[in-house]
């Protein structure tokens, strides 16, 4: 045991496809798991901006939900370096990103969406920030867009009730219930799974990611359950990453992802009565 009192080495209750090569984490790397789902060209302006970093070692692994573009063929032709898995099925981006996190051998392991781009250095300044504050258990930089706008939703709130009716007054006023942006790390009960960083005893301490949720709030999740480990979960906004993608909520699977997840959400935190008032408040919304 070390001296913060975690296990070593990092390992996770997921069999894992490298044997026992999971079970030896190596010091000083970050592992980034990416899910790829039809990411076109974004995929390789991802990995570029990865492996074109020099502040940090990294090993990437990337699952590919059974994408019909080719996109994951292509990044390994570009980066053979890469750890491919190819999933027969869409299974969704938890069960996909846990497949990832059971084979990370990193000291750091990190979530990143295949539509991000990280500066030079950024990777660098999370894990300083990790080493410097032993008691934070999660990182998540700023999301901008590619003209540096901030993005929201790179962080926020414990979506509780009182939340979503301080997040909807807030609306009807026309203003943001967070600042995206802005200076200064601060404290928040959840960082964006497009770019989360933690250490590999964390994730071990923490567990991977509740496949549940197919595609919104396994974050969220995570980070709660981050938090109820005793670990503080921090957004780093120095530190900003351009997020290629913007919520699009026309998109009606997408939305229908989005408040399934806010259910079972909501279910296993709230329980079944809250559950099922949140169920009648979403009618025709989906």
Request: glycine share 10%.
């Amino acid at each position: 045991m070390n001296p913060e009192g975690f296990l070593t080495p990092c390992s996770f209750p997921v069999s894992s496809e490298r044997g026992d090569e999971r079970d030896h984490v190596i010091d000083g790397l970050v592992s980034l798991v990416l899910v790829d789902y039809n990411a076109g060209p974004g995929l390789l302006r991802c990995l570029a901006s990865v492996f074109e970093r020099d502040d940090v070692a990294t090993e990437v692994i990337l699952v590919d939900n059974a994408s019909s573009d080719r996109s994951a063929l292509e990044a390994l032709d570009r980066y053979p370096e890469i750890h491919l898995i190819q999933n027969s099925a869409n299974l969704g981006f938890a069960r996909a990103a846990n497949r990832g996190l059971a084979l990370a051998r990193g000291e750091w392991i990190g979530l990143l969406n295949p539509d991000v781009e990280i500066p030079p250095g950024a990777l660098g300044k999370l894990v300083a920030f990790l080493t410097e504050h032993p008691r934070v258990g999660a990182v998540g930089p700023a999301l901008v867009c590619p003209d540096g706008t901030p993005q929201p939703y790179s962080h926020g709130g414990d979506p509780s009730p009182a939340y979503l009716a301080r997040r909807a007054w807030a609306r009807l006023n026309g203003r943001a219930l967070h600042v995206w942006a802005g200076d200064g790390a601060r404290p928040v009960d959840w960082v964006c799974g497009a770019c989360l960083l933690a250490r590999c005893t964390v994730w071990q301490q923490v567990g991977l990611l509740d496949e549940g949720f197919f595609l919104y709030f396994e974050d969220v999740d995570w980070c709660r359950r981050c938090r109820d480990k005793g670990f503080d979960v921090y957004f780093v906004p120095e530190v900003a990453v351009t997020h290629l993608s913007r919520p699009d909520y026309h998109d009606r699977p997408r939305r229908r992802h989005y408040f399934d997840g806010l259910k079972r959400y909501y279910r296993k935190y709230y329980g079944p009565l809250v559950g099922l008032a949140l169920n009648v408040a979403l009618v025709g919304r989906r």
